[in-house]
């Protein structure tokens, strides 16, 4: 069976920083594209950033371009954004998602739960 499973998400002031984590288990997906989506309360979910399978092409949204970093250690299964400079407009519960592609924006297969971002002005 396959689980994503985020970690990292909570309350920070604006201006601050997070690091979301997202493990993988039930197979490996270091032939897929990795991504970061988030929904806001009242919007669709959206992609925040995603890489390819070997990490060589990613993806920002404008709204995060600057700010965020994705990241994946194939070796462990797991994908990382970094988040800087937060501000309240970030907040939404952010997903995790893992494509059966090895390069992709909007066919993702699997799908954590989701982490909860607050950002506070």
């Known amino acids: 069976q396959v689980q994503l499973v985020e970690s990292g998400g909570g309350l920070v002031q604006a201006g601050g920083s997070l690091r979301l984590s997202c493990a993988a288990s039930?197979?490996?997906?270091?032939?897929?594209?990795m991504g970061w989506f988030r929904q806001a309360p009242g919007k669709d979910r959206a992609v925040v950033a995603a890489v390819s399978w070997h990490g060589g092409i990613t993806y920002y949204a404008d709204s995060v371009k600057g700010r965020a970093t994705i990241s994946r250690d194939n070796a462990k299964n797991t994908v990382y954004l970094q988040m800087n400079s937060l501000k309240p407009d970030d907040t939404a519960v952010y997903y995790c998602?893992?494509?059966?592609?090895?390069?992709?924006?909007?066919?993702?297969?699997?799908w954590g739960q989701g982490t909860q971002v607050t950002v506070s002005s």
């Open positions: 998602a893992a494509s059966k592609r090895d390069w992709s924006l909007d066919e993702y297969d699997y």
């Open positions: 039930g197979r490996t997906f270091s032939r897929n594209a």
